[in-house]
Every structure is written in structure tokens, then in C-alpha cells.
Nanobody
Framework: QVQLVESGGGLVQSGGSLRLSCVASGSIFGFNVMAWYRQSPGKQRELVAD???????DYADSVKGRVTISRDNAKNTIYLQMNSLKPEDTGVYYC???????????????WGQGTQVTVTS
């Protein structure tokens, strides 16, 4: 069984930075897709950034130039570095990942529990 656990959220002033982490535990042989989503108060969950094992990377227009998604394969950890934070970046951030769980390519796809990011003006 694979689990994703996020950390790194918190309270930060506008213009500040945070680095979110998402650790995947369990039997993991690699990944296909990783992503960060956020759900702001009163809004639907939206994609912030995603990347594939083929190194295709996409960012939401609202965060381009301020956010970087990355992965440490040795640690099975996804990161979201967020700079120049704005109050509208406030929300619960969720990691989402599809990982390879055995040598024949079976996959697991799931979500972390979320970490709160609050940006004050």
C-alpha cells in the first residue's frame, strides 16, 4: 500500500516563500505523473503544477514564474517551491501521484491528505 504525506505548509506574509514536500511510502519503483493541486476557500480544487517522468512540466498561469515542482527520486519525495506568495495562493495543497509499484509496471494513483497554506497581506 502506498501513502502520500504532505508537509511544509504554514502561515506566511505576502511576498514570502514556502517549500511543500510530499513523501511517498511503500513499494515504489518509479513514477509516471506527479502533481500539486490546491483548494482555496469557496473554490474547486485546481491544478497548480504537474510533471511526468518524461520531464514534461506544466504550471497554472496564476503561478508561472513563482512556483517550481521537482522530485527527489532517491527519497520518493515531491516538492513544490513557492516564491513571491500572494494572498490568493491561500488554500489546502494536495499532492497527487501515479507511481509504479512492481517490476511489471503496475501502478497506484492517489492523493495526500493536504497541507494548509495561508498567505497574509
Amino acid at each position: 500500500q502506498v501513502q502520500l504525506v504532505e508537509s511544509g505548509g504554514g502561515l506566511v506574509q505576502s511576498g514570502g516563500s514556502l517549500r511543500l514536500s510530499c513523501v511517498a511510502s511503500g513499494s515504489i519503483f518509479g513514477f509516471n505523473v506527479m502533481a500539486w493541486y490546491r483548494q482555496s476557500p469557496g473554490k474547486q480544487r485546481e491544478l497548480v503544477a504537474d510533471a511526468t517522468s518524461g520531464r514534461s512540466v506544466d504550471y497554472a498561469d496564476s503561478v508561472k514564474g513563482r512556483v517550481t515542482i521537482s522530485r527527489d527520486n532517491a527519497k520518493n519525495t515531491i516538492y513544490l517551491q513557492m516564491n513571491s506568495l500572494k494572498p490568493e495562493d491561500t488554500g489546502v495543497y494536495y499532492c497527487n501521484e501515479e507511481v509504479i509499484i512492481d517490476t511489471v509496471g503496475s501502478t497506484w494513483h492517489g492523493w495526500g491528505q493536504g497541507t494548509q497554506v495561508t498567505v497574509t497581506s
